[in-house]
Structure formats: C-alpha cells, structure tokens
C-alpha cells in the first residue's frame, strides 16, 4: 500500500513539473515567434496584417491639351470646298488642320502628320463650273473631309424653332454667300439633324474654325494661287430652350464672287 501512494505521489509531481515547464518554457518561445507581425490575428504566420483600404488611382488618358479653358473637341462634320477658277487649270489643294482626319473624299493625293496636326493634299483639275477631275479622270463636285477639332464655344447664335430651320437656313446661306445649289447641300445635310432637336442654338460664327483650319492652293508649276474671293461657312448647333437667351449675331455684307473663287461649308454639333 505505501509503494502504491509513492507511486501516485511520483506521478502527480511530474506532471506538475511538466506543467511548469510548458507555462514558461514552450509558451514564451511560441510568443517570442509570433512577435510584431509575424502572425496574422487568425494565427496564420504566413499573412501579414490586412492592408488599409485606399481608393485607386484614377485612370489616365492621353488627351490633347484645350487651346483655352472655354475650348471644346467638336467634331467637324463634312467640311465641303468647292472650286471655281476662271478659266479650267490644275490645281495643288493644300489642307492643314489642327485636330484630326477621319474620312477623306477623294483620296488626297497626300497626308502626312505635322507638329499643327495633319496636312492632306489634292491635285485636280478645275473647270470654271466646279467640276474637279483627278488624275484617273473620276469627277466629283468637291472636296471633302471630316475629323474632331479643338474649337472655341460660340456665344452669339440664334435659337431656332424645328418647324423654322429650313427657312432659317435659306435665309442666312443666302446671306453668308452660298449660291442654290451650294445651300441646297449644305441644308439636305444639315437641316435633318437641326430638325431632330425641338429648339436649336445655331452660330454662323467661323473664327475659332478658321484658326484652325487653313488651305492654301498652286498652281501646275507650283506657284501660289491666291483665291480673289474665299467663302468659308461654318455653323455650330446644340439642343437649346425656347426661352434661352443669346445675343444676335450680325453679319458683314454679302460677299460679292469675283474671280478665281473658294467656297466651303461645313459645321459642328455640340
């Protein structure tokens, strides 16, 4: 019987020590092991703390810069320019434009990019009716382009009606210098999207435009040919309210055509 209680005693001395031991041998060395951020709170040392949620960087986007604060991209729709020499003769069409060229009608003969933007070139034969020919012999009424420009908004313009547009538009070609058949291209194009809108604000006001867009001309030996008379048309329109308040524009007396002459026409939609 006294072999068997030393016995008992024995065994509930050494798992008494054992106890000790792991309290303050194995535990702190665990600790010691998951110091500072070795352990996630889940107790996977592998993973360290979660991380703080930030917002993303925004995208960037590789935007040509606005001429001015108050610019905007308007895409131009069907620049048109139309030629009447004097006398049938060939002719070097130079466009540069500050923006871009989508279609182009013809094929320029030529179109390279330039620190401005795009420079195309046409090479035709005029008649004094307008009619052009290119080398191949095709004939076509005009030259024509499209593509997006960096354009100053308008402010004077006129707020028109849809019932009103094509009236409107008869009018104020008239006025700006377009001949029949020119304002009759001009307003098949033109007045269906005026139309689509209950009011619209439409600006015969070129200068922006003008800035960016220039043509230049020569002739078969490569001389410059100076146009005696350049008609440039160029109309903004954007969705408006009838009570919207804008200031008229006024325009200069109607250009007289006298000798070689240019026509162009053509516009935005905002």
Known sequence: MRKTIIAIVSVLVAAAVGTVVLMFGVLPAFQDECSGDKCSPMGNPTLGPSPIPTSSPAPTHSVAPHPSPTSTEGYVYKPVLYLYPQEERQLTVTLDVAGELETVYPAPGSQVQTDKGV?????VDAAPDGTLTDASGRTYPSLFWDGPVWQEAPEQGFVVAREDAVPFLEEKLGQLGLNDQEAADFITFWAPQIRANEYTFISFDASSYTQQVTYSFADEAGNQVAPDTFIRVFMTIRAAQADE??????????????????????????
Do not use: I
């Not at 308040?245 to 000798?259: K, L």
């Open 119 to 123: 420079q195309a070139s046409w090479t």
């Open 245 to 270: 308040a804008v200031t008229p524009q006024e325009f200069a007396s109607t250009p007289m055509r006298n000798g070689f002459t240019v026509v162009e026409w053509g516009g935005t939609q905002l």
